[in-house]
């Protein structure tokens, strides 16, 4: 039930940084777990970054651990991606979702958002 709008992508070279925001609308912004998932072509949907509705704990794909990290505002009812060291591998359209009371696992997740692209040049 709850819209989202992703932005913040584009081109970026390998070891460079960006910052993706998701901009939730339609819900309890607090009551929502909040995640970041990535598909490159050719490729499955995969997971990134997940934070629970409280804030409580996190998830983080090993591929990007130590590199990206998940946050969010509730005052402003925005979910961040700090995207750093970034690689090549990391291109694909980057999705913000949503699950209400959900658990920081990478499932279940019915919001989605419209996507928003991040190259990495090497």
């Known amino acids: 039930q709850v819209q989202l709008v992703e932005s913040g992508g584009g081109l970026v070279q390998a070891g460079g940084s960006l910052r993706l925001s998701c901009v939730a609308s339609?819900?309890?912004?607090?009551?929502?777990?909040m995640g970041w998932f990535r598909q490159a072509p050719g490729k499955e949907r995969e997971s990134v970054a997940i934070i629970k509705w409280d804030g409580e704990s996190q998830y983080y794909a090993d591929s990007v651990k130590g590199r990206f990290t998940i946050s969010k505002d509730n005052a402003k009812n925005t979910v961040y991606l700090q995207m750093n060291s970034l690689k090549p591998e990391d291109t694909a359209v980057y999705y913000c979702?949503?699950?209400?009371?959900?658990?920081?696992?990478?499932?279940?997740?019915?919001?989605w958002g419209q996507g928003t692209q991040v190259t990495v040049s090497s």
């Open positions: 979702a949503a699950k209400y009371f959900g658990t920081a696992v990478p499932t279940d997740f019915a919001s």
């Open positions: 339609g819900g309890i912004f607090m009551r929502y777990t």
